[in-house]
């Protein structure tokens, strides 16, 4: 087969996992991620369920490509809002909130992507080791804002309870060896409690409850960054 045929192949591979993929995410906005079914997709793009199975052997491949899709969109929003406030010369806690405001906003732009990935687990489905590195790039993100921190105008100091310490040490050796303890720990409850305010928001918790809500979810992200111990530029010691 020649290159030329073989690049034609390719590209029309690419175009169909695409079109794939488009009509599968309409059926999770439709139907949700639990009644999602090759069969249907198969029929919606005038296709035999035999020549989708070549792209996508089972429901759950086609579920994990959708993941991580979502993961990676979700990653690159969050990474370029952070490189944009870096390259203006933002302290630690403004990155942080840079952060958080992208994880918001690409939610609230993808809510059945957000459902998918954050929402209810879909029954019988288990998460392949595949999707870690594109679910960890908004944590990472994170870390490493509390990192450059550490480095450099230092973190504020965090109470940490006796029987919490073994815990917070193992979390500290797991996630990020070169962080406090306590930051590690408090690291974790933040970022637990960024996606609790995220999905109150985005699944109707805030209704009747929280109206003016841009203003209050970035209140609430600077808090979470005093929580991990980012100081705010008034209170940098150097």
Known sequence: ??????????????????????????????????????????RELGMVSSALYRYFPSRDDLLTALIIDAYDSLGERAETAHAAVVAEGAGPVERWVAVCEAVRGWALAHPHEYALIYGSPVPGYHAPETTVPAAARVGLLLIG???????????????????????????????????????????????????????????????????????FFRHAATRLALGVGLRPPQDDPH
């Open 1 to 42: 087969m020649s290159r030329t045929a073989q690049g034609a192949r390719a590209r029309a591979r690419i175009e169909v996992t695409a079109a794939i993929k488009e009509e599968a995410r309409r059926q999770l906005a439709d139907e949700g991620a639990s009644k999602l079914s090759l069969r249907a997709v198969a």
């Open 145 to 215: 804002i509390i990192r450059d921190a550490h480095q450099g105008p230092g973190l504020a100091e965090l109470p940490l309870p006796a029987e919490l310490r073994a815990e917070a040490e193992r979390i500290a050796a797991d996630l990020a060896p070169d962080l406090p303890p306590a930051a590690a720990a408090a690291l974790v409850a933040a970022w637990a409690e960024l996606y609790g305010l995220v999905g109150f928001e985005l699944f109707g918790q805030f209704h009747r409850v929280v109206e003016d809500r841009e203003p």
